[in-house]
C-alpha cells in the first residue's frame, strides 16, 4: 500500500519453480511461486514445505518471506524463517545481492538472509529464495473437539501441552467465529449453540498418529469436550481446514469493520490471553472474534465494529491499546505473523525500546539510503 504516493513493484511473472532437489531436501524458487503450488509440487516427489498460512492457496513464498508467515504448523514445524536458507535480492542501491547457501550450517558474517525474513518489503527486493524441505510425514489425522465455552476450550489446549503431546497443529474457534462461518457458507464447523472448537491434526509415522490421537482425545474428554469426532479421512479433513480457513472471509462478510490483531504469548499464558480478551469486551462493550493458532500462543483477536458508530470505533481503538499493553506485559508481541505496516506502527513503542528502534532505523538506512523502499512502514 502506497501511503506516500510512488510505485508499485509487481513480481506476479516471477513464479517459476527453479529447482526441487531430492538430494539436499531443498527447493530454488521465484518469489511469486503460490504456497500451495510448491506443497503440491514437494509432496507429489515425497517431500514436505510445513509453512501454511490460511491464505496458502493465494499467498506467494516471497510475501511469506517478507512477512515472515506462519500458520497452524508452526506450533510443531516452526514459521518461515526456520525454512529460507539463502536469497537473492536486489538493493534499493540497484546493487544484487545473493544471502546465505544451500547448506544448513552457514556462520560466515552477520546473517543477512534472517534480516531479510520478515523485513516487511523495506530492506530489499527478494529475487529468488532457496528453502529447506522435509521428508512428507507418511500419516496423519484430524481431530474436532467442541465445547461448551472458550474457557473449556483454551483448557484442552493447556491439557495437551502438560501431557506432552506435540501435534502438527492445534486451533482454536470461539462462538463468534463458528457463527459468522455458518452465515457466511451454510455450513456447520460444529453444531449451534457450540461454544468453541479445538482443532488438532497429528502426523508423522502411522503408530505415533494413532498414539498421539489417542491422548488428544482423552485430553479434551478430561477437561469436558461435549464430543470429540475424527475426520474420517482426507475428504473430511479439508473440509475441516478449508472452513477453518475461512473465517476471516467469513467475518469480513458480516459488514463490520474488522479490526484484526494476531498477538502472540507463550503458550503457556494463551488462558490469561483470553482473560484479557474476555475484560475488553465487557469494559468496553465490544464484540470480539477469536481464533487461530492456540498451540504457539498466537490468537488472531477481532474487533469487529459498527462503522457507523463513532462512539464504538473509539471504545475499539482504546481496547486496542489495552489488549497490546496486556500481551507485552504477558511476555507476547503485538504481531506473531502479519508485522507491522504502517496500522501498527504508532504501537512499536509498547513492545520496544527507544534504543531498539534508533538501532532497526540504522539498519534501514544502511540497506536504502534514499528510504525509496517501502516508505512510511514499521517505523511510528
Known sequence: MPTQGGIVLSMERLNRILEIDQTNLLAVVEPNVITAELQRAVEAVGLFYPPDPASFEISSIGGNVAECAGGPRAFKYGTTKRYVLALEAVLPTGAIVETGSKTVKNVVG??????????????????????????????????MAMFADIQAAVDAVSALIE???????????????????????????APPGTGAVVIIEADGTQ???????????????????????????DEERERLWNLRRLISLALRATGLLK?????VVPRGRVPELFA?????????????????????????????????????????????????????????????EHGIGFAKAPYLPIELSAEEIALMKRVKAAFDPNGILNPGKIFP
Open 276 to 336: 484479557v480478551v474476555q475484560d475488553l469486551k465487557e469494559r468496553h462493550r465490544l464484540r470480539i472474534a477469536s481464533f487461530g493458532h492456540a498451540g504457539d500462543g498466537n490468537i488472531h483477536v477481532n474487533l469487529m465494529v459498527n462503522r457507523a458508530d463513532a462512539a464504538e470505533r473509539a471504545r475499539a481503538r482504546q481496547a486496542e491499546r489495552e489488549l497490546f499493553e496486556q500481551v507485552v506485559a504477558l511476555e507476547g508481541s503485538i504481531s506473531g
Open 163 to 189: 501431557r506432552r503431546v506435540v501435534p502438527a497443529a492445534i486451533e482454536l474457534v470461539d462462538a463468534d467465529s463458528l457463527r459468522a462461518v455458518r452465515d457466511h457458507t451454510g455450513q456447520d464447523l
Open 110 to 143: 552477520y546473517d543477512l538472509t534472517q534480516l531479510l525474513v520478515g523485513s516487511e518489503g523495506t530492506l530489499a527486493i527478494i529475487t529468488r529464495v532457496t528453502l529447506r524441505l522435509i521428508p512428507k510425514p507418511p500419516a496423519r489425522a484430524t481431530a
Open 259 to 263: 479490526i484484526n490483531h494476531d498477538v
Open 207 to 233: 503408530a505415533a498418529v494413532d498414539e498421539d490421537i489417542d491422548r488428544v482425545v482423552a485430553a479434551c474428554r478430561d477437561v469436558g469436550a461435549i464430543r470429540v469426532t475424527l475426520a474420517a479421512g
